[in-house]
């Protein structure tokens, strides 16, 4: 007899692939960068590749991998405890240090405590700040971590339209509750514009509120030497959180929160994300070291200069009507299409070419955008994006014939 639950999950799990919903992974062989090898049914194949988050090309970097190779001769593989019990390393405090200095000149006070992942360093803060007598403010595209810790953490939920600063100043004059949170994405994950920060700032001192950003996808290539999206917009105040996210531009793994002391001595005493889990390995603090090396120095600069001519070049180079690029001046170059089937198709068209472009849908995105989320890298070639950018108008031409066909 089978248990009632797996015939559940199979009807549901089919039901995934009757709306173009299952997703699938595949295995990376060697390391991540602009072309890489990947495990398939006819065997290994190598995809020229535009969906990771590796922004400045530090992934594969040989020196934060013989950092963390040193990191691991001297401290051995795991931490072997929470922080609090005896998992706290000299290299994790060395970090933290680094992230409390580097975010000093926009936090009063400010100190930065790391966390073994971003998802967890996001539900750590709203956890730990909020209960039911906060009231949080949440923007509408924010990333699933955030939206989790609001939802864990029992406060009254607010969601304000994206980047509507006035539906949101409207939603803050109505409240009346003790405490108040707006927590918000810098850079939008799925859509790749940024937060109105200096407004929501300017909000959150009006009306007492702390202000949480999450800055997954801006440390390390927003801002001078890659500070993030504080610093890419000149701001500075008592009422801001920041989380800034390692497996990104930094190339590594794990997060970081920097907010003013006693915010971080809360967390290190009540977040239960960070008490009751184990610290993580010193060695990855040893390849966050040399990875903010480079980001903070002359190659941080030119690796996000190069960026910034990548991204150009894509866009100057696209021409996708039917479909839709999005106003992003970021990494993430999203390409809306709508439909699941037709963007899992286009997709799978471009892997047939060998791109690895990533496709994009609900619940991830709202139904009916689904989108092909592109993503550049420093490490990308000018021929690498032009290759791209053939393979997409040629969908896209496809598509505008296929258009004036049925009409
Ligand atoms: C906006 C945003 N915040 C947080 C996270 C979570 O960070 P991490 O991958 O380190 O858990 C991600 C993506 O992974 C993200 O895109």
């Given amino acids: 007899m089978t248990l009632p639950w797996l015939d559940e999950l199979q009807a549901r799990l089919s039901d995934l692939d009757t709306r173009h919903q299952r997703r699938q992974r595949r295995a990376v062989q060697a ?30 970097h040989p020196a934060l991998a013989a950092a963390l190779g040193e990191g691991a001769r001297r401290a051995g593989t795991g931490s072997g405890a929470s922080a609090l019990i005896s998992g706290h ?125 999450d800055d997954a996808h801006g440390f390390g290539v927003l801002g001078p030497g890659g500070a993030g999206s504080l610093a890419h917009f000149g701001l500075r105040s008592q009422h801001l959180i920041y989380v800034g996210t390692l497996g990104k531009a930094i190339g590594v793994a794990g997060a970081f929160v920097a907010a003013h002391e006693h915010v971080i001595e809360w967390l290190v005493q009540r977040a239960r994300p960070y008490v009751f889990s184990t610290a993580p390995p010193p060695a990855l603090a040893y390849a966050i070291d040399a990875a903010l ?22 866009r100057a180079g696209l021409d996708v009507h039917p479909w ?46 689904a989108r092909l989320r592109v993503t550049v890298c420093a490490a990308h070639s000018e021929n690498q994006i032009d290759r791209l950018v053939a393979a997409i108008n040629e969908q896209a031409s496809n598509d505008r014939s296929r258009i004036e066909r049925s009409c």
């Fill in 31 to 60: 390391g991540c960068g602009p072309e890489m090898v990947v495990s398939g049914p006819d065997g290994p194949r190598r995809l020229l590749a535009f969906c990771s988050n590796d922004y400045l090309g530090l992934a594969a």
């Fill in 89 to 213: 390393h000299l290299a994790h405090q060395r970090v933290e240090e680094r992230f409390g200095a580097l975010l000093a000149p926009h936090i009063p006070n400010c100190r930065a405590l790391l966390f073994g992942t971003g998802f967890l360093a996001n539900t750590a803060v709203i956890t730990a700040l909020a209960d039911r007598d906060t009231a949080i403010f949440s923007e509408a595209l924010n990333h699933a971590s955030l939206v989790d810790g609001v939802r864990l953490s029992g406060a009254i939920r607010h969601v304000y339209p994206h980047a509507d600063i006035e539906a949101l100043a409207t939603l803050l004059r109505a409240s009346t509750a003790v405490r108040k949170m707006i927590v918000t994405d810098a850079v939008f994950s799925m859509d790749g514009d940024l937060a109105p920060l200096a407004e929501l700032l300017a909000l959150a001192e009006e009306h007492g509120a702390l202000l949480l950003v």
């Fill in 324 to 369: 839709r690029l999005l106003p992003s001046s970021t990494a993430i170059q999203p390409i809306v299409i709508g439909e699941n089937s037709r963007t899992m198709a286009v997709a799978a068209a471009l892997l047939a070419d060998g791109i690895w472009v990533a496709g994009i849908r609900p619940p991830t995105v709202p139904a009916g955008s």
């Fill in 293 to 314: 090396d480079i980001v903070g120095g002359a190659s941080g600069d030119a690796l996000r200069a190069t960026l910034a001519l990548r991204i150009a070049r894509l």
